[in-house]
């Protein structure tokens, strides 16, 4: 599968942005999805993640209660609302694809997941 991800930018601290990323080759559905940010000079830190069937999700402790990660399979894209955006979220963003996996599995770790788009810079100025 081949990951496409859209929506980064620059918005001041506070704002909100949505992260796209759209999937193409093969069933969509059959994969769980999730995002990860790399900053310079640190290492990637796991984002966010979904399940194949959307009915479970995984958060980082740093994103909890701002961010939000969806998908409709229909479209073949799962999204990540980003609200309340500070200058420690400034980073490149990520998103991942894995399979095979359960209905209801997400997962944390990088090395867990098969797929990879090639990252959306997100700035936050303060």
Do not use: H
Not at 3 to 27: E, I, K, P, W
Not at 32 to 60: C, H, L, N
Not at 61 to 77: E, L, M, Q
Request: net charge positive.
């Amino acid at each position: 599968v081949q990951l496409q991800a859209s929506g980064g930018g620059l918005v001041q601290a506070g704002g909100s942005l949505r992260l796209s990323c759209s999937a193409s080759g093969r069933t969509f559905s059959g994969y769980a999805m999730g995002w990860f940010r790399q900053a310079p000079g640190k290492d990637r830190e796991f984002v966010a993640g979904i399940s194949w069937r959307g009915s479970s999700t995984d958060y980082g402790d740093s994103v909890k209660g701002r961010f939000i990660i969806s998908r409709n399979n229909a479209r073949n894209t799962n999204f990540l609302q980003m609200n309340s955006l500070k200058p420690d979220d400034t980073a490149v963003y990520y998103c991942a694809a894995k399979s095979p996996t359960s209905y209801s599995s997400t997962y944390s770790k990088d090395t867990e997941y098969n797929y990879w788009g090639q990252g959306t810079q997100v700035t936050v100025s303060s």
